[in-house]
């Protein structure tokens, strides 16, 4: 006589007692955190992600609307919203120095925290607090105390390294990725070497981020020891832009992010003592792998939260909409984009985060991680943000909702902090000499 269906499932129970498989609904499913698949955090970790969330929706979100739609002259006006955003975000109290005392592994999980809540809140804003503190965290990661106590981190900051005639290059001063046949050109922007002081003349271009409004600069530029400006022995100045000699072009007009405020800054002949040096023409080449290995990371955190912001909006939007009868995530073609779009955050996120505590943990980060983290995370985002707008259909391409100015800030992460098409070259050059034990 056969077993009913009630006997043979109580058999299995009995056999599998202490199983959690078997406390799990008789139909499974499980709903993801606000990150996604995150592995358990800390009760601090929670709160501190909660506060960030909030944060970016209930201020970036918004601020970064309003800057959106505001001309570059407005963005910056003492009476403009950047100024409420700016305090607003000093009030969260993120302080550098706690940071740098976490142990590696937590300092690179909220380091990965921050930035994707704040690209989760505003991509242009986060980058513009990302390129705020850089003159900061690199003084504190060369070890300068006079730097890191002369520039507290409330001061806002830019880093100014391309100039008209050198954009992504500015991030290969070996010449790695230069063609066979180049030239490089004279240097737009030279520090020249003189007794107890440095001059600096020249500008740099209308990317730097911050340059209209910031307080600090961290400069890259040519250094003239006496023997003629030479790149790729460098020099990095950090240094208060209110010296004399020191001017702003006008904010730059474009595309997307704009609530990052850029510009050039020019130097006519400025005079800055010597103990504003970061890293001599013996240190550029660790200064710009240092920075660059940061920011590539910030980058990839970033629009990895841009781009769960577009999912985010997009998987509501989905199940509000109705075509057909039904909402529109019951047909199959929306699923399945839905499902794409999810995957490539979570990939973005792995990627980023597995980066970020390599190189925090490595005695010398791999810049090519950091390079595969900012490639993959700002093409996904664009990705993203485009189906985004795929799926809110003709109500995408309208300002009235959010994700058409997602794209469009999405679009221009693929050319910041060197274009991606420069970075996979030069990183493609780091793996092979990682291989060959160069």
């Not at 010449?175 to 001059?199: E, L, Y």
Request: glycine share 10%; net charge negative.
């Amino acid at each position: 006589m056969a077993a009913s269906a009630e006997e043979v499932q109580n058999l299995t129970n009995a056999e599998s007692s202490g199983s959690r498989i078997h406390q799990w609904p008789a139909s499974p499913k499980s709903a993801l955190g606000i990150s996604g698949a995150e592995p358990p955090m800390t009760d601090i970790e929670v709160e501190f992600q909660q506060t960030l969330r909030r944060f970016a929706l209930e201020v970036m979100r918004p601020i970064g609307r309003k800057l959106d739609r505001m001309t570059p002259a407005e963005i910056i006006a003492d009476d403009s919203p950047f100024w409420e955003f700016r305090k607003k975000y000093l009030e969260l109290g993120i302080d550098l120095a706690q940071l740098f005392e976490m142990p590696p592994e937590v300092r690179s999980r909220m380091f990965c925290l921050i930035f994707e809540e704040l690209g989760y809140g505003d991509g242009g804003l986060a980058i513009s607090v990302g390129a705020g503190v850089l003159p900061q965290y690199l003084s504190a990661l060369f070890g300068n105390q006079f730097l890191m106590e002369r520039f507290p981190q409330e001061m806002l900051g830019c880093w100014a390294i391309t100039e008209p005639d050198h954009g992504s290059d500015t991030l290969d001063p070996t010449g790695a990725a230069r063609h066979a046949d180049g030239k490089v050109s004279r240097s737009n922007c030279i520090v020249s070497f003189k007794g107890d002081k440095m001059v600096i003349n020249g500008q740099k271009s209308a990317w730097v981020s911050n340059g209209t409004v910031a307080e600090v600069c961290i400069l890259y530029a040519a250094a003239d020891t006496g023997k003629g400006a030479d790149y790729e022995h460098g020099c990095v100045v950090v240094l208060p832009l209110d010296l004399p000699g020191i001017s702003r072009g006008k904010p730059l007009d474009k595309i997307g992010q704009r609530g990052d405020p850029q510009g050039e800054i020019f130097f006519n002949d400025v005079e800055v003592p010597m103990e504003y040096l970061l890293a001599g023409p013996e240190d550029f080449q660790r200064a710009v792998y240092c920075i660059h290995a940061e920011a590539n990371v910030l980058m990839g955190a970033t629009w990895t939260g841009a781009a769960r912001a577009a999912a985010d909006m997009a998987f509501e939007y989905a199940h509000e909409r109705k075509q057909g009868g039904v909402p529109i995530i019951r047909h199959q073609r929306v699923a399945q984009r839905i499902f794409e779009m999810y995957r490539k955050v979570e990939a973005g996120c792995a990627l980023t985060r597995r980066a970020a505590h390599y190189n925090q943990s490595a005695d010398v980060p791999a810049l090519q991680a950091a390079m595969m983290a900012k490639v993959s995370c700002t093409q996904w985002a664009h990705e993203v943000t485009s189906e985004a707008i795929q799926i809110f259909g003709g109500n995408g391409l309208t300002a009235e909702y959010p994700v058409e100015k997602m794209f469009r800030d999405a679009r221009s992460s693929m050319i910041e902090d060197g274009c991606n098409e420069l970075l996979s070259i030069k990183g493609g050059y780091l793996i092979s000499d990682a291989q060959k034990g160069a």
